[in-house]
């Protein structure tokens, strides 16, 4: 089990590092994490929806993801709310207070199951914690970290951020605030995120061994050179809206150094929408990876700019995200630029926020029961109490703007949705459903809307977007290909795992774990 003295010390990737690992030794591999707060999800092929981390994991394990290894899915609808699903349906919103207590308590039996299942049916189960254990105000109710432990009896790496400092603090302090038995789980400690000369650092890791007793079973350098879908919105923010949005995999200049301020004339400016409540980032992913897209993310309107491209992303909370565009001035801004022709791209929720209204009269979503929408598309939304979850597959059938340059061809994609819109005019795709085929999207001039996230994974889809931008520039893009997807998946995958390989002592690991030897497998 993988537990941080702290969020985002790195928990998720090194969980999907390790399932790469031992995928690799020949393993049968599952991660699981039995409760995850995060608005990136994904449908599963049941239509079962689950927390993004864990399905990157189960793809670095090679396995199709599962909604046991993510049993519990809290999506925050608010500062103190959250929709609650469970095994991959959602159960309603409901407070934090409500929700910390006896329905918690309630949902540990779903946990156990899950957990016990997977056991089971694995040669390895790769377990990730949430936050840190030591938070004594929520442990009475835990179900995700040291209780899990105890309840599998599973050995814990305890990891700590060490780009932030104080990271033997943090370790020792959330030792000394375990309890006993709890402590006797910790089986290893790993630094993670280290920049600089490991040999100054080997007082400090000496220091570590002989205060706590516990083994420093690796130190794991910082890496920005190849990219692992982030868990959460929460990276945007430390990364700042204008500009590039760095990640693993970001371009650099000439000198090496990343491209943050400005934007070149031999680059697309692509510009999302930050929504208060964005939720799927991960869609934009594959824009990021196209050597001539400069994608960077807009909340006021003096970070507009002059991009080639607006996308109104999908949102948690559709209601109070619209609110939001018409407080900050962004919706009429919006508006005024497509009747100038620019192309404006919606999805899920950000397809709702271009039709004429939104209505949730059972409250679903917020407090708001209507709210006027960009009027920019022909349609209308009204939410329900059924949420439609599903992997779409279908085919592109609207013959204009770029979906003209892939007309007929397939489109994969999934929906996770709450409304439902009644929209005027021909759809951008015909979707074969597993009980009808029915239409998606819509568009109206340079605007089009669809409920597909994962649009942009479509490597002929995307490649036929940025040629088309380019051409409106008047220019012919380069002959250069776009990359495939899985192929960058994979590729970074496995970079992953051989840089992980080269810092931790995985025979050390594999002892805690009671593995054999890598040579013995």
């Keep these: 089990m993988i537990q941080g003295t702290s969020s985002n010390v790195g928990k998720s990737v090194l969980a999907a590092a390790f399932c790469r690992i031992f995928y690799q030794e020949g393993y049968q591999v599952s991660p699981f994490k039995a409760q995850n707060m995060a608005l990136n999800s994904f449908i599963t092929i049941t239509g079962g929806e689950m927390g993004r981390a864990q399905v990157v994991q189960a793809q670095a394990a090679g396995v199709e993801p599962d909604v046991r290894m993510n049993p519990i899915l809290l999506k925050p609808t608010g500062h103190t709310g959250s929709q609650v699903v469970i095994m991959g349906k959602a159960q309603g919103t409901m407070s934090a207070l409500s929700y910390h207590g006896e329905y918690q308590r309630k949902t540990w039996p779903v946990v156990q199951e899950a957990l016990h299942a997977l056991l089971k049916e694995n040669e390895v189960v790769i377990i990730e914690g949430a936050g840190s254990p030591a938070e004594v105000n929520l442990k009475q109710n835990d179900i995700v970290n040291m209780r899990v432990a105890l309840e599998g009896q599973v050995p814990v790496l305890l990891v700590a951020d060490i780009d932030r400092g104080g990271a033997l603090a ?62 959460d919105s929460v990276v945007l923010e430390e990364r700042g809206t204008s500009g590039t949005k760095l990640k693993q995999g970001s371009r650099k200049d000439a000198d090496g150094e990343h491209e943050t301020d400005s934007l070149s004339l031999d680059h697309l400016d692509i510009a999302v929408i930050r929504l208060p409540y964005l939720s799927n980032f991960t869609d934009f992913d594959p824009l990021e990876d196209e050597a001539d897209v400069t994608l960077r993310y807009v909340k006021e309107l003096e970070e507009w700019g002059s991009p080639d491209l607006v996308i109104i992303p999908g949102s948690k909370n559709t209601l109070a995200d619209l609110r939001f565009l018409w407080e900050s001035g962004l919706a009429e801004k919006i508006y005024s630029v497509w009747k100038e022709d620019l192309p404006v791209i919606g999805i899920c929720g950000g397809y709702q926020m271009l039709g004429k209204v939104v209505r949730d009269p059972l409250h679903t979503e917020s407090d708001l029961e209507e709210i006027k929408g960009l009027g920019i598309l022909p349609m209308e939304t009204e939410f329900a109490l059924e949420k439609h979850t599903v992997q779409s597959r279908g085919t592109v059938i609207l013959n204009s703007l770029f979906l003209d340059k892939c007309q007929g061809e397939e489109v994969q994609g999934y929906e996770i949705h709450m409304g439902r819109s009644f929209a005027e005019g021909s759809p951008l795709f015909q979707i074969k459903g597993r009980e009808k085929v029915y239409g998606d999207g819509v568009q109206a001039g340079s605007a089009i809307g669809t409920y597909l996230h994962g649009l942009f994974d479509n490597d002929s889809l995307r490649s036929a977007l940025l040629e088309w931008l380019w051409e409106r520039r008047g220019e012919k893009r380069s002959a250069k290909r776009s990359p495939s997807q899985a192929a960058i998946r994979e590729q970074a995958f496995n970079e992953l795992a051989e840089l992980v390989r080269k810092s931790i002592d995985l025979e050390k690991v594999r002892h805690i774990m009671g593995l054999g030897s890598e040579c013995s497998r």
Excluded: C, W
């Excluded at 375990?178 to 920049?195: A, D, S, T, Y």
């Excluded at 061994?209 to 420093?216: A, L, N, S």
């Design 170 to 231: 943090s370790v020792v302090g959330t030792l000394e605030l375990l309890e006993p038995e709890e402590r006797q789980m910790i089986r290893g400690i790993i630094l993670n995120k280290f920049r600089g000369d490991l040999a100054l650092l080997q007082p400090a890791l000496d220091f570590l061994e002989q205060k706590t007793g516990i083994p420093v079973v690796g130190v794991v350098p910082y890496f920005d050179h190849f990219r692992i879908p982030e868990e």
